[in-house]
């Protein structure tokens, strides 16, 4: 498995994370996992509702002492 491909997207505010995740995964191959680091409290109900709509696999997500950390694998 290769290095995840890192989106930093600390400081933004919903729904920036996850539209800048939408735009990263279009440019993953299938297989490829993204590692979004986000800040913004609501993003981890904001990346699980995406991962459900869009079919993506949540593989993981963690607080980080305020910093929240999520890799998403790319399905399809």
């Known amino acids: ?6 989106l930093d997207a600390k400081g933004l505010k919903c729904p920036l994370p996850v539209l800048k ?3 990263a995964m279009r440019e993953l191959p299938a297989g490829g996992v993204l590692r979004v680091i986000a800040t913004d ?3 981890a ?3 699980e ?6 079919g993506h696999r949540l593989l993981a997500a963690r607080d980080d ?3 929240l950390v ?7």
Request: with cysteine.
């Open 1 to 6: 498995m290769s290095a995840p491909v890192v």
């Open 45 to 47: 109900k904001d990346f």
């Open 21 to 23: 995740a939408r735009k």
């Open 65 to 67: 002492a305020g910093t």
């Open 49 to 54: 509702h995406f991962c459900k709509t869009t």
């Open 70 to 76: 999520f890799d998403i694998e790319k399905v399809g």
């Open 41 to 43: 409290p609501g993003a």
